[in-house]
């Protein structure tokens, strides 16, 4: 057996908590895990009995003071010593989308040989929702569709503005249950289709994303996602696909070209049968675009019913995929792994 001792976040921020439930997923045999919260903490153990230690240095929402600086140099410099891994982490943005990965990593230049990046990709937020949400007893039910669309947004990118004018410009939105929280477009659901249990008045902006309310989904016939990002190489997957997929809710999705593809590497199944999805094949951003929007037009005043009749065996697939720990075992072992060869190779 091989001892792994993982320091979850070195600076004291927020997030180490949630690192750890998504790290201790791992199930890499003859491999066990020790997880300490903060720097000191270190302290509490022989480090010469563990094959290989790592630790976290969060990279999202930092204050990048001097005195910041002055004190991560100082720390990383005496777990390098320790012969400690560091690793740059944030779990809630894609490697190339981090905004304080790049001045961290030159911050810490000179200890190059010891860093490596952990970042979210497809299975942070999978793994989030998945604990979040395996025991929620749920009341879905796709008999009743009012709507043809259930489009959400909170956060106005300029992708997001982008396909907003273009659906709105279409008429598409006439038949759409849908939201734009952030100007200029503040757009709210009504009332009876917010999550009850905030003030529904004044949507909270953080700490409620990944909630699920049954009734969008129930009176509403396919999902248009809108992800984070539209570019890229690393396919980025949030709470956003994860949500109609929980609901038992087709979807189409506004996101980085190969975004379904790598859905269907990861076990889920998309809805080509019944669609075009060819947008998702299409790598310049602007006619993936405008692809996808042709294809939502051709999806207003669809016949619901008879879809969900349907697309039984593909939506429930889908809901069983999600809820399968091994799987996500296997996307966390891969990271693990990856952690692991850069250490022992170090």
Same mark, same amino acid.
């Given at each position: 057996m091989e001892h792994n001792l993982i320091l979850t976040d070195v600076m004291g921020f927020a997030n180490g908590i949630q690192r750890e439930r998504f790290l201790s997923k791992c199930t890499v045999p003859g491999q066990s895990f020790v997880f300490e919260g903060f720097y000191y903490s270190r302290q509490r153990h022989d480090l010469k009995k563990f094959k290989r230690k790592f630790a976290c240095v969060d990279v999202s929402n930092i204050i990048f003071s001097l005195e910041y600086q002055e004190e991560l140099v100082k720390k990383v410099e005496k777990l390098i010593n320790e012969n400690f891994v560091i690793v740059l982490s944030n779990l809630w943005e894609s490697q190339e989308s981090s905004p304080y990965l790049d001045r961290n990593k030159e911050l810490l230049r000179r200890f190059s040989k010891k860093i490596i990046d952990l970042n979210g990709d497809d299975c942070f937020f999978w793994s989030m929702?998945?604990?979040? =949400?395996?025991?929620?007893? $749920?009341? !879905?039910? =796709?008999?009743?569709?009012? $709507?043809? !669309?259930?489009?959400?947004?909170?956060?106005?990118?300029?992708h997001r503005k982008k396909l907003y004018n273009l659906l709105e410009h279409s008429g598409v939105l006439e038949t759409a249950l849908y939201s734009f929280l952030d100007s200029p477009y503040p757009k709210k659901l009504p009332e009876e289709y917010e999550l009850p249990w905030v003030d529904r008045k004044n949507y909270p902006w953080i700490g409620f994303d990944q909630h699920i309310y049954e009734k969008p989904y129930n009176t509403t016939g396919v999902s248009i996602v809108s992800e984070s990002i539209v570019n890229g190489k690393e396919i980025f997957i949030t709470e956003k696909i994860w949500k109609p997929i929980i609901s038992g809710q087709p979807f189409v999705v506004h996101g980085q070209c190969g975004y379904l593809k790598h859905l269907k590497k990861l076990g889920f199944q998309t809805y080509g049968k019944f669609w075009d999805e060819s947008y998702d094949n299409e790598s310049n951003f602007d006619k993936r675009t405008s692809k996808l929007v042709d294809l939502i037009k051709s999806l207003k005043k669809y016949n619901w019913n008879k879809f969900y009749k349907e697309s039984a065996i593909i939506r429930n697939n889908n809901i069983e995929t999600f809820f399968n720990r091994s799987k996500l075992s296997d996307l966390v072992n891969s990271k693990l792994l990856r952690l692991f060869e850069f250490a022992d190779r170090s």
């Open positions: 929702m998945q604990d979040m =949400h395996t025991n929620t007893i $749920f009341n !879905f039910n =796709h008999n009743d569709k009012r $709507f043809d !669309f259930l489009y959400l947004n909170k956060l106005a990118r300029n």
